[in-house]
């Protein structure tokens, strides 16, 4: 995968969701799939995967038909790193404690998650 994540958009993540759940599709697949779950008229849906392929976080691949296939050239769990790395330095100028107080005493946050993420910091400490 790449080593330099290209900023994606939170449209263009839609698209992501959809090849890193499937693996590749095509520009009418993931159409139509978008179309259930997106007011999105295709042309739209066609330039967020224009924009992810010139940003080469997906590649076109050829096919014998017209089609082009596309694969995500980015993974979903570098990206997801990557992502919550850069929101708790936004957010919370990259504390952790912070975050985690900030979710707790907004309420954010179930018994029940307290308890898993108190058994995973044990785990880990």
Do not use: C, H
Not at 30 to 52: G, N, Y
Not at 57 to 79: D, Q, R
Not at 87 to 116: C, H, R, Y
């Amino acid at each position: 995968m790449n080593t330099k994540i290209p900023q994606i958009s939170e449209a263009e993540l839609e698209v992501m969701k959809i090849l890193w759940e499937v693996g590749q599709a095509t520009s009418s697949q993931i159409i139509d799939r978008l179309s259930e779950t997106t007011e999105w008229k295709p042309k739209t849906i066609q330039t967020l995967i224009s924009r992810l392929a010139a940003k080469g976080a997906i590649k076109a691949e050829s096919t014998n038909s017209k089609a082009f296939l596309y694969l995500p050239l980015v993974g979903e769990e570098e990206f997801k790193a990557l992502a919550s790395k850069s929101f708790l330095q936004k957010v919370f100028d990259g504390s952790l404690n912070l975050m985690v107080a900030s979710f707790i005493k907004e309420e954010k946050i179930s018994k029940e998650e307290i308890q898993s993420l108190k058994k995973l910091l044990d785990e880990e400490g």
